[in-house]
């Protein structure tokens, strides 16, 4: 029996230009992405806001991958977060041409009664104060994951140490986690996390792959070898989707879980980068997740040394 | 009963400042750093050329680590490849401050007839025109290696291009890989790699560890998590020697083989960015190795996954 997931984060339109093709109005949003992830490993309560120009079928997909938008707040006469930004070369990061917040810039998530008892939690990037004001609405989760983002730790950095405080799992990408901590060394921005007292601190590393670590020691997994990759966008997000809906399907959350979570994000994120938008992730299947899985953990298989 | 490795490739003295400290005239050179590498667990003749500025003591010191260097020829009056450069940061490249290539300019590798029959063969960073004359007066070998930079991939294209079809092993980090074949996608490059009749294309990826593709499939490992990197100088060139001088260990050249040659190459390197220059590497053991290995399996240790 899984148990349920509190997703908070935004929900968007996007405009995205890659190499591979230019999509406009498509569903995006870290909210909306990681609990397409989450939801084909366990329920979701979703909780976001949209304008009245939110095309009704997003919803209907978000729903139809297990993912309850009763918590996504409609306001009548706004306008939907609307994202511009268009990906070049190893399309490791975008370039942003328009941000439209929209309704989004006045968001102030209330949590549901609902939804206040959920045992697992993910915080999506949004404003490091209205993740803060999540973890006051809910009893305490078995399991709360927090990401972020550069712009975050520039200007907010105070606040997102307190979030990172309360929550168990901390999930950024490594400039982002050396940046916190004014180091050049991964394992050292790591330590920092960890000593801030989080159980788990998770390194997305793009086409490098995925680092976790505790302090039960590290594990690593490379991405899954992919000769195209159509869009990157929502690829963190998916990972971290994945990550929280299949530990939320477990029943104890021990290291090994962490490690299998780990892979389970790396296969779904594998997937949402194969199509544009959600369109891939959409048609995942558990069965599509273990062949990746498997791929993956055949990646990571090696015998002892033998030295004579 | 381990074969014996021949590698060619520069000896040097190098000038280096990181953020840790800053050496003068201390041991360089791709050979150097491979061959002490190699020399842990194969016995090593290595092929190079010095000036007879060239410190006595630096001769000792590979001759102490298993290197015969009766191959290195010492030229009367001629002045030691000398390079001089610098970290910061990630210190995942260096500044070049100046290069003198002094006796190195106008090195053409003879090899000595009783090498000319080792069953392993690496060959570190010149000129691929050089190295396609060593192939060309050796034996077959059992394995060949053969490492390049972006200056080849630029200048020397077609050339390296013919040395990588006759070689097994080509060793090259992921930039390198993908600008060779003008793409932005890793498993492409790699993809094309074993198109040319490699039997591996092996990624070195700095501080994100290693990668190597085969048509078996796909293996990483993430390098071993460091708090302090004094100096990576020769990371690259310490990870082939430790691979190379591994293989050449074995009984057999399986799969398996190989995946653990690349953690052994990953733990050498580990050691070898722990101080400057080979001082590091130099003070390897076997048990040291074993470590290092163990630790680094342990990070990529995974249950299968459970689905409901």
Request: aromatic share 8%.
């Amino acid at each position: 029996m899984s148990s349920r997931v509190l997703i908070v984060g935004s929900v968007a339109l996007d405009d995205v230009k890659t190499p591979r093709g230019h999509h406009h109005r498509v569903l995006g949003g870290s909210a909306s992405y990681g609990s397409i992830a989450a939801g084909l490993f366990s329920p979701v309560d979703i909780v976001g806001v949209v304008g009245d120009d939110f095309p009704s079928e997003h919803i209907a997909q978000l729903e139809a991958c297990g993912v309850n938008t009763r918590g996504i707040e409609i306001v009548r006469g706004g306008k939907t977060f609307h994202w511009g930004g268009e990906y070049s070369g190893e399309m490791n990061e975008a370039i942003t041409h328009f941000t439209e917040l929209g309704v989004f810039e006045h968001f102030n998530p209330t949590i549901p009664d609902a939804y206040r008892e959920n045992d697992f939690v993910f915080l999506a990037n949004i404003h490091p104060a209205l993740q803060l004001r999540v973890l006051e609405q809910v009893k305490k989760p078995k399991l709360s994951v927090c990401d972020s983002m550069n712009l975050w730790i520039s200007t907010e950095r105070d606040t997102l140490i307190q979030v990172l405080k309360r929550v168990d799992v901390a999930l950024l990408n490594d400039q982002e986690a050396m940046m916190l901590f004014e180091t050049h060394s991964l394992p050292t921005a790591a330590r920092q996390l960890l000593d801030l007292g989080l159980r788990h601190a998770i390194i997305k590393k793009g086409s490098h792959g995925a680092q976790m670590f505790s302090n039960g020691g590290t594990f690593a997994v490379p991405a899954v070898p992919l000769d195209t990759v159509q869009d990157p966008t929502g690829a963190g997000d998916t990972f971290a989707g994945g990550l929280i809906g299949y530990l939320a399907s477990r029943k104890t959350l021990d290291e090994m879980s962490f490690r299998q979570a780990i892979m389970v994000g790396s296969a779904c994120a594998s997937f949402v980068v194969e199509d544009f938008s959600i369109r891939e992730t959409a048609r995942m299947s558990k069965e599509k997740i273990r062949g990746r899985y498997e791929k993956l953990q055949a990646a990571l298989h090696v015998d002892p040394v033998e030295l004579g």
